[in-house]
């Protein structure tokens, strides 16, 4: 019996010594798109719970997608954006939401809670992080020497190839992203940007196809350091990502004395699609309790609010306004006023028949056919 107790004292002993080991293994896995988030943000989280995070990025919603329909992630928290999730919650890939584990859900902002709910009714499997828009970023001095007074408001300066001609010599990117610029065209066109029409979809292959000489690459993410660095003049891409290129380009003209480049973001007149990107769970998810503990932690207004600082982007949260530099909240390219706003559009996922046209016309697009 002595022999006995000794052994289990012991063994008793060695649990206690392992167990505040485990407890600082608790780990979440987070697959994000690329800079889009403070990095600081990620050291306070395991700080303050324990949890350490392991973090990778991607930078196409088909990226994502193709990893989640495939199960097995390897993911604990996901940030696909609107038409995308819609799709993969029809397809069973997430769990639902434990809302009485996200307290900090008070904070988001009814607003853009009520637009994902478009594309996650009851927003039962999302939480936004960051919403913004699909527009046109700009070196001003260089696309300005090559069309003079022409008005740069507007879509023309994209998808008119004797306007986009003149820019192709100092460098155009676009999105690689066909649900967001064939919505577009259709927007160009007097279509509905929403329409599931195949003949639609073609109009707008047909709109693109004469520019496609002068895009230089499609690109969801070196766009970013191509405008901050002056490499490119126009980019058709989101508005965070521009806002990022111009605050890098004026930390480089710091560090160089140099004047630096002149990058601004326009929601053009005809009006920009209307994106958000959200938390959401992998139903495959290997830690859920850790998932909703860093969604809930990502939804604290002060954290929400560094979060929009460091990347320039609209937060999903209200909570977060108070905390947001005022450089971002008055500037109405990033949080636009009621009359633009009303001419923001939303697109929900393609019917599969339809999807395959719209992978086709973007593939034709991209070759040149």
């Keep these: 019996m002595s022999r006995l107790l000794t052994t289990l004292a012991a063994g008793l002993l060695a649990a206690l010594a392992v167990a505040p080991a485990s407890a600082q293994e608790k780990v979440v896995n987070v697959y994000n798109w690329s800079d889009y988030i403070d990095e600081s943000v990620l050291e306070e989280f395991t700080k303050e719970t324990g949890i350490k995070v392991r973090y990778d990025v991607f930078d196409s919603n088909e990226v994502l997608e193709t990893k989640l329909l495939g199960g097995k992630t390897g993911y604990d928290v996901v940030v696909p954006t609107g038409s995308f999730l819609q799709r993969q919650i029809q397809a069973g890939v997430f769990m639902k939401l434990d809302k009485s584990k996200l307290p900090n859900l008070q904070y988001q902002w009814p607003v853009i809670s009520e637009r994902l709910a478009v594309y996650d009714p009851g927003n039962d499997y999302a939480v936004n992080y960051m919403w913004g828009t699909t527009g046109i970023g700009i070196n001003v001095d260089k696309v300005k020497e090559r069309l003079g007074d022409t008005p740069l408001n507007t879509w023309d300066v994209v998808f008119k190839p004797e306007l986009l001609g003149k820019l192709k010599d100092c460098g155009?990117?676009?999105?690689?992203?066909?649900?967001?610029?064939?919505?577009?065209?259709?927007?160009?066109?007097?279509?509905?940007?929403?329409?599931?029409?195949?003949k639609d979809i073609e109009a707008a292959g047909k709109l693109l196809a004469p520019i496609r000489k002068f895009v230089k690459k499609f690109d969801s993410s070196g766009y970013i350091n191509a405008l901050a660095g002056g490499d490119i003049c126009l980019a058709v891409g989101w508005s965070g990502d521009v806002f990022q290129a111009k605050a890098r380009a004026e930390e480089a003209a710091e560090k160089t004395g140099k004047p630096p480049i002149n990058i601004e973001y326009i929601i053009p007149k005809e009006g920009a699609l209307m994106w958000f990107d959200n938390f959401a769970i992998p139903k495959d998810a290997s830690h859920p309790e850790e998932a909703l503990a860093f969604i809930n932690y990502m939804m604290k207004p002060e954290v929400a609010a560094k979060n929009s600082n460091y990347i320039a982007y609209a937060s999903g949260s209200e909570g977060a306004q108070k905390f947001i530099d005022k450089a971002i909240m008055d500037n109405p390219a990033i949080y636009p006023?009621?009359?633009?706003?009303?001419?923001?559009?939303?697109?929900?996922?393609?019917?599969?028949?339809?999807?395959?046209?719209?992978?086709?016309?973007?593939?034709?697009?991209?070759?040149?056919?």
Excluded: C
């Design 172 to 198: 155009v990117y676009m999105l690689d992203g066909p649900e967001e610029i064939i919505p577009t065209a259709l927007r160009y066109l007097g279509k509905d940007p929403n329409s599931k029409d195949p």
């Design 337 to 369: 006023d009621a009359e633009t706003r009303a001419k923001l559009f939303t697109v929900t996922t393609y019917p599969q028949k339809v999807q395959r046209v719209v992978t086709k016309t973007w593939t034709d697009f991209k070759r040149g056919k």
